[in-house]
């Protein structure tokens, strides 16, 4: 089993940043790809960022692209996410994921592939 805990969301205005922490209890931590998704009032959830095992690999989406960075630290179990120029549109909440599955060809974007999730963490950006 692995234990995620999401923090560091809040109320920011548009055009600032926050930093989502994601730390991560149980079994090995860097032997996981990890992702974030997010989930708006009304909508699915979706995917926003993923990083492979030892770090080397990213993926975004469209939507986030060049505004966002994903990173993680393996010697402390945690994965961040780094949000820059935040609009309304990222207004949700966020939550972290890890991939158990070892060394994957490629970072998962969608939900299903993802074992264990954390309880999420809001984001709320005024205009």
């Known amino acids: 089993q692995v234990q995620l805990a999401e923090s560091g969301g809040g109320l920011v205005q548009a055009g600032g940043s926050l930093r989502l922490s994601c730390a991560a209890s149980?079994?090995?931590?860097?032997?996981?790809?990890m992702g974030w998704f997010r989930q708006a009032p009304g909508k699915g959830r979706e995917f926003v960022a993923g990083?492979?095992?030892?770090?080397?690999?990213?993926y975004y989406a469209d939507s986030v692209k060049g505004r966002f960075t994903i990173s993680r630290d393996n010697a402390k179990d945690t994965v961040f996410l780094q949000m820059n120029s935040l609009k309304p549109d990222d207004t949700a909440v966020y939550y972290c994921?890890?991939?158990?599955?070892?060394?994957?060809?490629?970072?998962?974007?969608?939900?299903?592939?993802?074992?264990?999730w954390g309880q999420g963490t809001q984001v709320s950006v005024s205009s």
């Open positions: 994921a890890a991939d158990s599955v070892f060394n994957r060809l490629r970072i998962a974007t969608t939900s299903d592939v993802y074992d264990y």
């Open positions: 149980g079994r090995t931590f860097s032997n996981f790809a």
């Open positions: 990083i492979n095992w030892r770090g080397s690999n990213t």
